[in-house]
């Protein structure tokens, strides 16, 4: 266990700023998951953390250690890449030891039993004295995780560990990780750009844009409560709708108004700001219901469906709203057709409100949890 | 799979297509070595206009030749030293080469310059620098050490003189090929082993390298055909053989018994018997390194 500090840790590549100002914690034994797009410095973030990449400026600690210029070997990491890394020409229990026989205060004694136990955990006992040739793509990932597992490191970095594999391994290992995780106790590192990976596997998760840290929050708070527009739309599958409104205030509530609909919004913080201004609001998939599930009072509105997308759970459709297309779920065995005008309305208290230029969130309609609790205690 | 598209209209095209690289193989390689393995039967007189059939008797006369025999063993010798002297040389630099970070390409280039040299103009250069006498190398290597250079009279020098110089022209079409290997090595690789705090030399012979082998293989086999056939133009005009034979290399003495002597039988049987050494040679290095060498995976 070890916890991990980043402190305005910046990456520069000639004349590129791969990663811009990033302070983030993982505590002890914590599964952090790093998601971003490609190109968003991620990997870079997690390269800086092993030793790979040198620091341009800011500081990385590790238990209150500063280890800017600390060796790699000497931070106590261990570290899955996303080819796994594997030595071709050694079999999978030199794979494993190989690393650990290179640090010489572990007996020979120590080494096999080690690979034994981690082959043991692993289910790759017998395989160990097959080269990775003649493994499967999962079977070399579990000796590629037991290659790091051996050493016992303080920390794990797992760079797309999972991206190599195919989608129903993917699944299996993902809850493996997680059980290795547990058992493991370690402070765990995860980059990915899966937004789904980040979100199964992380106790908390970092998304990040363009080398920028844009949010740090558990998978569930992210989802509900989106620091800006990219998180919104990055966190979320298919994508929150978000479209330009106007905010207006009437009779001391507010309303926002679209050339397909008009609907007031819940009071909450921040709507003042956004009135008289031209702002984005953005409501998930599944927050848009047809008339008929929504309550007689609801507000609701005409949309036309344009595109019909039957994905088994359920069936998403795209609709016309004024002059955007967005998204709406709704069950499986609907018979709505494409051409067809359909009402539908907002779950009210699922809406965000962002900046149309900076894409910070100004309101969300339900207030996330601690400022929840706060305005209870004062009122 | 199931449908190939032909390449060719007819077999006659694809014949026809072929022609002009088979009348030069057969005009500039099988002929020759067919005439050459003939000649060798010979024995010739008068510039090859007048020949007599003698069997294998100019073999038998280089069985028994102490000169040649000598000339055999400084090839063999010779090709030992510099197969091994410029497998590892290379292998150590190129394995800074493609270690260092900043300016490696000029570095690269420094490394494989003498290569691009052609072998004349090396020899004469490198005679003038290592001149017992004159040289400016010569100079300051009796300045420095205790040694004194004097490989015009003396064979130990002069052999390891020549050696030198043939592993420095060569070692710039080994560092080309182990540096592609090299690099060829996954990156992740080698970040993996320096989490692990793997030692560089250990990474060396542990990881780079078995996963090189291909390539060292395919090199030793270029270096031994290089030691035997190319390295005529440096005994040429640094040593002529000498002295008293200690760099009297095969494809030196044979050119001299053809050209100097005009000897073609004996020459010829020469060729043949430097042609069957190096075949034997080359066939034990790829059947001994077989299954040793690691293609992928």
């Known amino acids: 266990m070890a916890r991990i500090q980043l402190t305005d840790l910046e990456k520069q590549y000639d004349d590129v700023l791969a990663v811009k100002g990033i302070d983030l914690e993982a505590q002890d034994g914590e599964f952090l998951v790093l998601v971003g797009p490609s190109g968003c410095g991620k990997s870079t973030t997690?390269?800086?953390?092993?030793?790979?990449?040198?620091?341009?400026?800011?500081?990385?600690?590790?238990?209150?250690?500063?280890?800017?210029d600390v060796p790699p070997k000497d931070r106590d990491i261990a570290m899955m890449f996303q080819n796994y890394a594997l030595y071709p020409h050694m079999t999978a229990a030199e794979n494993m030891k190989f690393g650990m026989k290179s640090v010489s205060d572990f007996s020979s004694d120590e080494i096999d039993q080690r690979v034994e136990e981690a082959a043991e955990t692993l289910d790759i006992a017998d395989l160990l004295d097959r080269k990775p040739k003649e493994l499967s793509g999962g079977e070399r990932q579990r000796v590629a995780i037991g290659r790091a597992i051996v050493r016992e490191p303080e920390v794990f970095l797992l760079d797309e560990p999972l991206s190599n594999l195919d989608a129903k391994l993917r699944v299996q290992m993902r809850a493996e990780l997680l059980r290795l995780h547990e058992e493991l106790d370690s402070s765990t590192v995860y980059v990915t750009h899966d937004q789904t990976e980040a979100m199964t596997l992380g106790d908390r998760v970092a998304v990040l844009d363009a080398g920028e840290l844009q949010q740090v929050a558990p998978p569930q708070e992210l989802y509900d409560f989106p620091a800006n527009r990219f998180v919104a739309e990055f966190i979320g599958e298919p994508a929150m709708n978000v479209f330009s409104v106007d905010i207006r205030e009437r009779n001391g509530h507010y309303v926002a108004d679209h050339a397909g609909f008009s609907i007031s919004l819940p009071d909450g913080e921040g709507l003042d700001t956004a009135s008289d201004s031209s702002v984005s609001m953005g409501v998930r998939p599944e927050d848009i219901s047809l008339a008929s599930n929504l309550p007689d009072d609801a507000e609701t509105f005409a949309v036309e469906t344009t595109v019909r997308e039957p994905l088994g759970e359920l069936l998403l459709l795209h609709c016309q709203l004024g002059d955007d297309e967005i998204h709406v779920k709704v069950e499986p065995r609907s018979e709505i057709q494409p051409g067809e005008t359909i009402e539908v309305g907002f779950d009210e208290d699922r809406l965000h409100v962002f900046d149309a230029r900076s894409g910070d969130a100004l309101y969300h309609s339900t207030a996330p949890e601690p400022t929840k609790s706060e305005a209870v205690a004062t009122e | 799979m199931a449908e190939q598209t032909k390449p060719f209209d007819s077999k006659l095209q694809a014949a026809a297509l072929l022609l002009p690289t088979i009348v030069v193989l057969v005009a500039f390689l099988y002929y020759p070595s067919l005439e050459t393995f003939r000649l060798?039967?010979?024995?010739?007189?008068?510039?090859?206009?007048?020949?007599?059939?003698?069997?294998?008797?100019?073999?038998?006369?280089?069985?028994?030749?102490?000169?040649?025999?000598?000339?055999?063993?400084?090839?063999?010798?010779?090709?030992?030293?510099?197969?091994?002297?410029?497998?590892?040389?290379?292998?150590?630099?190129?394995?800074?080469?493609?270690?260092?970070?900043?300016?490696?390409?000029?570095?690269?280039?420094?490394?494989?310059?003498?290569?691009?040299?052609?072998?004349?103009?090396?020899?004469?250069?490198?005679?003038?620098?290592?001149?017992?006498?004159?040289?400016?190398?010569?100079?300051?290597?009796?300045?420095?050490?205790?040694?004194?250079?004097?490989?015009?009279?003396?064979?130990?020098?002069?052999?390891?003189?020549?050696?030198?110089?043939?592993?420095?022209?060569?070692?710039?079409?080994?560092?080309?090929?182990?540096?592609?290997?090299?690099?060829?090595?996954?990156?992740?690789?080698?970040?993996?082993?320096?989490?692990?705090?793997?030692?560089?030399?250990?990474?060396?012979?542990?990881?780079?390298?078995?996963?090189?082998?291909?390539?060292?293989?395919?090199?030793?086999?270029?270096?031994?055909?290089?030691?035997?056939?190319?390295?005529?133009?440096?005994?040429?005009?640094?040593?002529?053989?000498?002295?008293?034979?200690?760099?009297?290399?095969?494809?030196?003495?044979?050119?001299?018994?053809?050209?100097?002597?005009?000897?073609?039988?004996?020459?010829?049987?020469?060729?043949?018997?430097?042609?069957?050494?190096?075949?034997?040679?080359?066939?034990?290095?790829?059947?001994?390194?077989?299954?040793?060498?690691?293609?992928?995976?």
Do not use: C
Not at chain 2, 44 to 70: C, H, K, M, P
Not at chain 2, 135 to 150: N, S
């Open chain 1, 46 to 68: 997690l390269r800086m953390i092993a030793g790979l990449e040198d620091i341009t400026s800011g500081t990385l600690r590790i238990d209150d250690e500063v280890v800017n």
């Open chain 2, 40 to 297: 060798s039967l010979f024995e010739s007189a008068f510039l090859g206009q007048d020949l007599r059939w003698t069997g294998i008797s100019n073999f038998v006369e280089l069985a028994t030749s102490s000169t040649y025999r000598n000339s055999f063993v400084v090839s063999v010798l010779f090709a030992g030293v510099v197969v091994i002297g410029t497998l590892v040389l290379s292998l150590l630099i190129s394995y800074m080469l493609f270690d260092v970070d900043l300016g490696s390409s000029s570095y690269l280039v420094a490394a494989i310059w003498p290569y691009a040299l052609p072998p004349a103009v090396a020899a004469i250069l490198l005679n003038f620098l290592l001149h017992p006498n004159l040289g400016i190398f010569t100079h300051y290597l009796e300045l420095l050490t205790p040694w004194t250079l004097d490989w015009f009279n003396s064979g130990p020098q002069a052999f390891a003189v020549l050696a030198i110089v043939a592993i420095w022209k060569q070692l710039g079409y080994n560092i080309i090929f182990m540096v592609a290997a090299l690099n060829n090595i996954p990156e992740t690789l080698t970040e993996s082993a320096q989490l692990d705090g793997v030692g560089r030399l250990k990474m060396l012979y542990k990881v780079y390298v078995p996963l090189i082998s291909p390539t060292l293989i395919f090199l030793v086999v270029m270096n031994t055909i290089y030691s035997f056939f190319s390295t005529f133009p440096l005994v040429d005009l640094m040593t002529s053989g000498g002295p008293s034979g200690a760099t009297n290399l095969l494809i030196f003495k044979l050119y001299r018994d053809a050209f100097e002597f005009s000897n073609y039988g004996l020459a010829s049987a020469e060729s043949v018997i430097l042609f069957v050494l190096v075949a034997i040679l080359m066939y034990i290095q790829l059947r001994a390194t077989e299954g040793h060498a690691q293609y992928g995976g």
